[in-house]
C-alpha cells in the first residue's frame, strides 16, 4: 500500500537521475580524490564536477567556496564552532533568534560553556526576526549572527538580505541555517549577502547524510574537523564521493526544475488552506501567509494531541510530522511555536505538513478526509474540547 | 515505537466518556507537558460500577487511560485503591522508557476520583471546580532521560551521560 508523503521536510525521495548517478559511481569504484595517481585523478574530476553543480544551485561566485560534509547539522556545527573559535580574539558575542534549529542553540550552549555570550532576538506571531533588534543587539563584542533562513517547524522565512546589510555595515560574519530552503525556494548568497549558509542534499531529492556549508573567500572561519587537507584544508577527512556525486546531480536537475516545482508545491499549500475550513474547526496556522516555503504547512489543531493524530493517520498510510513533546521526544513543547505565542496546550496539537514534486491534489483530498475523521475521533476522548463544547 | 497491546487499547479505547451522575471525578495532568485525564467514577456499595474516562494526550497517555479503565472497572474502592502506575504499565506489557511519564497519570487520576468520591461521602467541603492536580511524576519511580533514554534521578535538570540540559531552555 502506497503511502502518502506528507513528511518531506524529513526525507524526499531520491531523483531517479540521482539513483543512476549513484549506481554509475559504485560501478566505477571511485578511488579516493586525494590520491594523486590516476585512479585519483578521476575521482578528484567527479568531485569537481558535482561542486561545480552545487556551487552554481546557491550562485556562489567560485566552487572552492562550497564545502562538502556530512549535513545540514555538521554545516551549523562548523559555521558557529569554526567562526568562534576563529574570532576569539576579536570578541565572544554572537546573535541569533529564539526559532533556530537545535543544531545552532545546542552549538551556541557548547560555546556558551566556554565563556561565549550569546543575545537571541524575538519573534512576531508569525514567528518572523525584526531585523532592527538583530541591529541593536550586535556590539563591538559580537563575532557571529546566526539567523535561519526558513524554520523547519513552521517553514517561515527570513528577513535575510535586510539582515545582511546590517551585517555587513557592522562587519560582522553572517551565517544562515537553510537547510530546508536550499532547492526549494530560490537562493542566490550574492543577493543575500550571507558569509555562510549551511545546506543539506536531501531537501533537493538527494541522498541523506550529505550537505555543505558555503564558505565566502575570506570568512575567518577554523575546521570543525581537524585531520587531512580536504575541501581546501575547511574539512578534513575522506570525502563521501558516492553522496556527492548523489547530491551534484540532485543539485544540477532541480537547479532545472526549481520553479516548477515550487510551483507545484505552492498549490498543493493553497489547496489545503484553502479546503481546510471544510472539514476541521478551532485550528491555527503558524506558517507566514507571505514569508514561508512553497512546500510547508504548520497547523495546531486545537484540544487534541500531535503524537495521537500521527499515528491514527499512519494507519492510513499517511505520514505526518508532529512537534508535540512526546513525539519530538523532548519533555516540554517546541520552543519555536512558544516563541511565536502559543499555547502549551495549543503547541502540543500541532502538525507539520510539507510537500514534494511528487505529492498530487488526490493526495491532499485525502488527508483531508482522514484528517477530519481523525480529529473528530480524539476530540471526542479529549477533556479539553467537552469543556470548549460546553460552553 | 508501540506494541500490539498500546496500540489495540489505542485504537479501540474502552470506557471513553463522561458518567453525568458520577459521584467522583479526578482530573490530573496539564497541557505543559502534553497530559491530561479526567476519570468518571459511579460508585455504588463501595464497588466500581462504572467508570469513564477522557483523555488530551499521546499514544501513551489514550492507552493507559483505557487500559486503566478496564483494570478498575468492577473493583471494589478498596482494590482499586491499591492499581498502581506499574500495574498499568504492566497489562500493556510494556512501554517505551521514555513513555513511562506518560503512564504515570493513569493510577494518580483514578485514586484523585476516588478521594473525591470518599470527600463527598464524609460531607467534606467540595470546590466549586473539579480538583486539578499538577502532573508530577510518582515518588520513587525511575525517570528517563528523553535524549539518550537512561536512567535518571527524579527531578533531575542535566543528564550526565549525553550531556543534555533537561530544564526550559528559553
Known amino acids: 500500500m502506497k503511502i502518502i508523503n506528507l513528511d518531506q521536510i524529513s526525507s524526499k525521495p531520491l531523483l531517479p537521475e540521482v539513483k543512476a548517478a549513484m549506481i554509475d559511481a559504485i560501478n566505477k569504484d571511485y578511488h579516493n580524490p586525494s590520491s594523486q595517481h590516476k585512479s585519483g585523478e578521476a575521482a578528484a574530476e567527479a568531485l569537481e564536477k558535482a561542486r561545480k553543480s552545487v556551487a552554481e544551485l546557491i550562485n556562489a561566485a567560485m566552487p572552492k567556496e562550497v564545502v562538502f560534509n556530512s549535513g545540514g547539522t555538521e554545516s551549523v556545527n562548523h559555521a558557529i564552532k569554526g567562526v568562534a573559535m576563529a574570532n576569539a580574539e576579536k570578541g565572544k558575542h554572537i546573535v541569533t533568534s529564539n526559532i533556530e534549529h537545535n543544531a545552532v542553540i545546542r552549538s551556541l550552549k557548547r560555546l556558551q560553556s566556554l565563556g561565549y555570550k550569546m543575545t537571541s532576538v524575538s519573534v512576531d506571531e508569525k514567528g518572523r526576526v525584526n531585523p532592527q533588534e538583530v541591529a541593536d543587539a550586535i556590539t563591538d563584542e559580537t563575532i557571529l549572527v546566526s539567523i535561519m533562513h526558513s524554520n523547519n517547524e513552521t517553514g517561515t522565512i527570513q528577513p535575510i538580505e535586510e539582515i545582511a546589510k546590517i551585517t555587513r555595515e557592522r562587519k560582522v560574519i553572517f551565517h544562515t541555517d537553510a537547510v530546508d530552503s536550499v532547492g526549494m525556494v530560490p537562493i542566490d548568497v550574492q543577493k543575500m549577502g550571507v558569509d555562510l549558509l549551511s545546506f543539506a542534499a536531501n531537501t533537493f531529492y538527494g541522498p541523506t547524510g550529505v550537505g555543505g556549508l558555503y564558505i565566502r573567500r575570506g570568512t575567518r572561519i577554523f575546521p570543525l574537523l581537524d585531520g587531512g587537507v580536504q575541501e581546501g584544508n575547511k574539512r578534513a577527512g575522506t570525502e563521501n564521493l558516492l553522496g556527492i556525486i548523489g547530491m551534484g546531480t540532485a543539485a544540477a536537475v532541480t537547479r532545472q526544475n526549481l520553479d516548477k516545482w515550487a510551483a507545484h508545491c505552492l498549490s498543493l499549500k493553497n489547496q489545503l488552506l484553502r479546503e481546510l475550513p471544510n472539514y476541521i474547526d478551532h485550528y491555527l496556522i503558524n506558517t507566514h501567509a507571505e514569508h514561508s516555503l512553497p512546500n510547508m504547512v504548520s497547523m495546531s489543531v486545537q484540544f487534541i494531541e500531535g503524537e495521537s493524530v500521527m499515528l491514527m493517520l499512519d494507519d492510513e498510510d499517511i505520514a505526518v510530522s508532529t512537534r508535540s513533546a512526546c513525539a519530538t521526544g523532548s519533555l516540554r513543547a517546541s520552543h519555536v511555536l512558544i516563541s511565536l505565542g502559543l499555547s502549551h496546550a495549543d503547541a502540543q496539537g500541532t502538525l507539520v505538513l510539507s510537500f514534494g514534486k511528487d505529492n498530487t491534489a488526490e493526495e491532499i483530498t485525502t488527508f483531508l478526509v482522514a484528517l477530519k475523521n481523525v480529529v473528530t475521533t480524539l476530540r471526542d476522548i479529549s477533556p479539553l474540547y467537552q469543556k470548549v463544547s460546553q460552553g | ?170
Open chain 2, 1 to 170: 515505537m508501540y506494541n500490539k497491546v498500546v496500540m489495540d487499547h489505542f485504537r479501540n479505547p474502552r470506557n471513553v466518556g463522561v458518567i453525568e451522575q458520577a459521584n467522583g471525578i479526578g482530573e490530573v495532568g496539564n497541557p505543559l507537558c502534553g497530559d491530561m485525564m479526567t476519570i468518571y467514577l459511579k460508585i455504588t456499595d463501595e464497588k466500581i460500577e462504572d467508570i469513564k474516562f477522557q483523555t488530551f494526550g499521546c499514544g501513551s497517555a489514550i492507552a493507559v487511560s483505557s487500559m486503566l479503565t478496564e483494570i478498575a472497572k468492577g473493583k471494589t474502592v478498596a482494590e482499586a485503591k491499591k492499581i498502581t502506575n506499574k500495574d498499568v504499565a504492566k497489562a500493556l506489557e510494556g512501554l517505551p522508557k521514555n513513555k513511562l511519564h506518560c503512564s504515570n497519570l493513569g493510577a494518580d487520576a483514578l485514586h484523585l476520583a476516588i478521594q473525591d468520591y470518599e470527600d463527598r461521602k464524609s460531607g467534606k467541603k467540595r470546590p466549586e471546580e473539579v480538583r486539578a492536580e499538577k502532573h508530577e511524576h510518582v515518588h520513587g519511580e525511575s525517570c528517563y532521560c528523553p535524549y539518550c533514554d537512561i536512567e535518571i534521578k527524579e527531578g533531575s535538570t542535566f543528564c550526565e551521560a549525553c550531556h543534555s540540559s533537561l530544564e526550559e531552555e528559553h
